[in-house]
């Protein structure tokens, strides 16, 4: 095969990234936006020695697994990679892809996964499911604000309000801020020159309140005629908090380092099962509620706690996994670095009034060692540790030090070395690991299974229907000697 050859292919596998794979006398070809079982034709775009990229010409013969997408953008759009496969075939990709790398990077062998893996967990519907949207502005060629979502692996913007993954309400914000930017003469952001205002406009949507934030972000420190901007976007029912995040710098980083409260107050409030959570415009909170109270619940129940037991929450962002966990424990250490999340999980800890967990801002990898060696010797149970380590803020460092169940849920790099030699000798009963990103789950896993733990159970939760990610929850178990 070479560049600009076109060619008939039968597509037989699927790829990490979602494209389909077919194979000419061998020679494997990935093309985007072709699903299993399609036949197609397409044409070459980049051809390696032993594979190649091709583009989707036509479809010659449809996959029984091939969908009408929802969106008329699903192609282009870097939002969607999958939106043309059927609900279920992105379910068995996801669970093939979960358990690839478990197999490949892990080097779990199949006759073990098969008795650990539990069914994935998908949605029953799985669109409409996001709470939080950001959407870059930019200008047209008639020199109108236009917003929308980018290009895949561009920052071209194509012009849509309507995403079938977000709120209906996003639409009626955004024209709303588009009118008011016309009327005003208020330029969206440019790269290029640096000059414009509206850089991108956050939107967050409570699933069980029906609270709405909307933050704009904008390259200066004021938006002129803000208060017209207010007046409307106030009057949408279940508006609770209209803020400004100043970002004047050159960098894919979308939003500020800080906010203001332009109207309201400056978070929204919402619940994932009985636990009400204050999210912040600059705070992580997952995209997913509805996914994520059974993610959690899977790692409640992976947890098995009985009551009184040491936990930590590593890499615990607002809260959400620690506060779970705190209603059936003795009492939970989360970890984050992000100084304005420990302070909402401070608060969320406060507002549900759970008074046994306790947050710390820094590396995993940092605080876990340093808690541990300060508190080394007391290994063996919470009386023993209480009793070595006497009563106080000294005892309590101590009984910090040793761990009945150790949480994680990093981000998609992973688990930094350091914290997984820690968890080695700190040796808690059990380790769940919660990840968004399988490879790195998998080499994360053979550490630690190398070095003391059994994999007990795995099971992937579908938090982002028609993309290619794939959230799972695993269960280690210290081996007994
Ligand atoms: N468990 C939380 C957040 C998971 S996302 C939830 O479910 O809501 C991963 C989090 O890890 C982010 O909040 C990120 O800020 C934080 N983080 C990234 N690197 C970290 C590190 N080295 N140590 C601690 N936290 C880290």
Not at 357 to 376: D, I, N
Request: net charge neutral; aromatic share 8%; proline share 4%.
């Amino acid at each position: 095969m070479r560049k600009n050859d076109t060619t008939v292919v039968k597509i037989t596998d699927i790829g990490v990234n979602g494209e389909g794979i077919g194979k000419v006398d061998g020679y494997a070809l990935f093309i985007k936006d072709a699903v299993i079982g399609d036949t197609v034709e397409a044409k070459v775009i980049k051809a390696k020695k032993n594979y190649g990229y091709a583009r989707l010409i036509k479809i010659v013969h449809p996959s029984l697994d091939r969908v009408e997408p929802r969106c008329a953008f699903a192609r282009k759009c870097g939002g969607c990679q999958i939106q043309e496969m059927s609900y279920e075939r992105q379910l068995a990709f996801k669970e093939k892809k979960v358990r690839g790398n478990l197999e490949r990077i892990g080097g779990f062998s199949p006759e073990l996964l098969d008795q650990v893996t539990e069914p994935i967990i998908g949605m029953d519907v799985p669109f409409e499911y996001r709470n939080k949207a950001q959407f870059p502005f930019g200008t047209d060629k008639e020199g109108n604000p236009v917003t929308g979502f980018y290009v895949g692996r561009t920052h071209d913007i194509i012009v849509n309000t309507d995403c079938v993954l977000g709120v209906p309400v996003n639409k009626e914000i955004l024209e709303i801020i588009l009118d008011f930017m016309k009327e005003n003469q208020i330029p969206s952001y440019d790269e290029k020159n640096e000059k414009g205002l509206v850089r991108h406009v956050l939107i967050r949507y409570g699933f069980t309140t029906k609270e709405i934030m909307v933050c704009l972000v904008v390259n200066g420190k004021k938006i002129p005629h803000a208060d017209r901007l207010i007046d409307k976007l106030a009057g949408i029912q279940g508006m609770t908090s209209i803020t400004m995040s100043v970002n004047t710098k050159r960098t894919n980083v979308i939003m500020g380092d800080s906010f203001e409260v332009l109207w309201g107050q400056g978070y929204i409030t919402d619940y994932i099962g009985s636990i009400k959570y204050r999210i912040s415009p600059l705070s992580f909170y997952q995209v997913n509620p509805v996914q994520t109270r059974k993610l959690y619940s899977l790692a409640l129940e992976y947890a098995d706690l009985k009551g009184g037991e040491t936990v930590w929450d590593l890499y615990c962002g607002i809260g959400t996994i620690s506060l779970f966990l705190a209603q059936k424990s003795g009492k939970v250490y989360g970890v984050e670095t992000v100084p304005q999340a420990v302070d909402d999980a401070r608060e969320n800890a406060k507002i549900n009034g759970i008074g046994n967990a306790e947050f710390f801002v820094g590396k995993a990898e940092e605080v876990l060692p340093e808690f541990y060696e300060r508190g080394a010797g007391a290994k063996s149970g919470i009386e023993e540790a209480a009793e070595r380590c006497g009563d106080g803020a000294a005892g309590e460092a101590c009984m910090a030090a040793r761990a009945d169940v150790i949480v994680v849920d990093p981000p998609r790099k992973g688990c930094d070395e350091t914290l997984l030699e820690t968890i080695v000798k700190m040796a808690p009963e059990k380790v769940v690991y919660v990840s968004c990103d399988p490879a790195t789950l998998a080499r994360d896993l053979k550490i630690l299974c190398d070095r003391g733990y059994e994999l007990e159970r795995v099971r992937a939760v579908d938090m982002f229907p028609m993309t290619v990610h794939v959230e799972t929850c695993v269960l280690l178990q210290r081996r007994t000697m």
